[in-house]
């Protein structure tokens, strides 16, 4: 049971449970009977080994359920990029698919997606709160990899979480050349888990190789 409530509620709900399930056993199977005193050392341990177990359980439940999370994400990364691919083969816009798709994965407050360079950038897609402030000089950028820029760790495997970002840039480079821009925010804070970086890199790798018609001016 501490193991169920923790795949799904949690690390809080398996920590809860564990300790229930302590003072359950301390309570009724210990004596004195019915009360949370006792009177006997090798009882004590038992209680104690029974709370520990309980949390190294609540900490398995919850890697499964952090683990799950990660591949129903990793499928969606998959299944946005082959609708991108298949757009692109079709000779579609793939700029308003993969903004929708972004939006609806990383439960995103806005997806911007321009094309050009930087003196002369258009928006070819726009989802989301377009109210919403949209200065790049103030999001985190992230390179061909996935990997922070702006003074963060760049090197090595992608494997760290870092503190809350309201949003992300990453530059569409085709044949070393900049060809549009990838920004994405978020409602609050958000942290950053390689599976989310590594998507967003991914994505903008495939929109870097296709083309994307712009359809209004960059205000």
Do not use: K
Request: hydrophobic share 50%; no cysteine.
């Amino acid at each position: 049971m501490v193991v169920v409530a923790a795949a799904i509620g949690g690390r809080a709900a398996g920590l809860i449970s564990a300790l229930s399930a302590a003072l359950s056993f301390d309570f009724f199977l210990t004596t004195p009977y019915h009360s949370l005193r006792i009177d006997s050392v090798a009882q004590v341990i038992t209680v104690a080994l029974l709370f520990g177990t309980g949390i190294v359980a609540s900490l398995a439940g919850r890697a499964r359920r952090r683990r799950t999370a990660e591949v129903d994400a990793q499928a969606a990364i998959i299944h946005l990029l082959n609708a991108i691919a298949r757009a692109a083969a079709a000779g579609e816009t793939t700029d308003q698919i993969a903004a929708e798709g972004l939006s609806a994965l990383l439960d995103a407050r806005r997806v911007v997606i321009r094309r050009g360079d930087l003196d002369h950038e258009v928006v070819a897609a726009d989802v989301g709160d377009r109210e919403a402030p949209l200065d790049v000089d103030y999001l985190t950028r992230l390179d061909a990899e996935g990997h922070f820029l702006d003074g963060r760790p760049s090197r090595g495997p992608v494997v760290r979480w870092v503190r809350p970002s309201q949003g992300v840039v990453l530059e569409l480079v085709r044949h070393r050349r900049p060809v549009g821009r990838l920004i994405v925010t978020f409602h609050q804070g958000q942290w950053m888990p390689p599976v989310t970086r590594l998507a967003l890199a991914t994505v903008a790798h495939a929109l870097a190789t296709t083309t994307g018609p712009a359809v209004r001016h960059d205000q």
